[in-house]
């Protein structure tokens, strides 16, 4: 008898609970500017920003321009996040934020960018 209203008590704290969706389990990167296809019209002064929903493995983000050593930001709690880009040569450019666990490692959510600068 105690052993069904375990169970009971476990599918009622279940159903409260809600359900669980893919979303609620996958992270995102949504990078919002600049966009797509963008062209930039100076070297310097360009800024990055970016929406992040963590995976349940994430930790942080890593900020990669071309193949560029990344950028490393952990203050992303309070997203809409902004960083500013490293002076950017004239031609095209890809912008990749990767979701990071606290070991670094890559978590395959990811959201990218090309642009080209005049």
């Known amino acids: 008898m105690k052993q069904s209203n375990a169970l009971c008590v476990a599918f009622v704290l ?50 990669y321009v071309d193949d560029q050593d990344p950028i490393v930001d952990r203050d992303i709690s309070r997203c809409p996040c902004s960083i500013d880009l490293p002076k950017l040569s004239p031609g095209r450019h890809t912008v990749v934020v990767k979701e990071a666990t606290s070991g670094h490692a890559m978590t395959g959510v990811q959201g990218a960018v090309t642009v080209s600068v005049k």
Do not use: R
């Open 14 to 63: 279940l159903a409260l609970a809600g359900p669980v969706s893919a979303a609620d389990t996958a992270g995102s990167i949504t990078i919002t500017s600049p966009a797509n296809g963008a062209v930039l019209q100076s070297t310097t002064g360009n800024k990055l920003e970016f929406n992040v929903h963590l995976s349940p493995n994430g930790n942080h983000v890593h900020i």
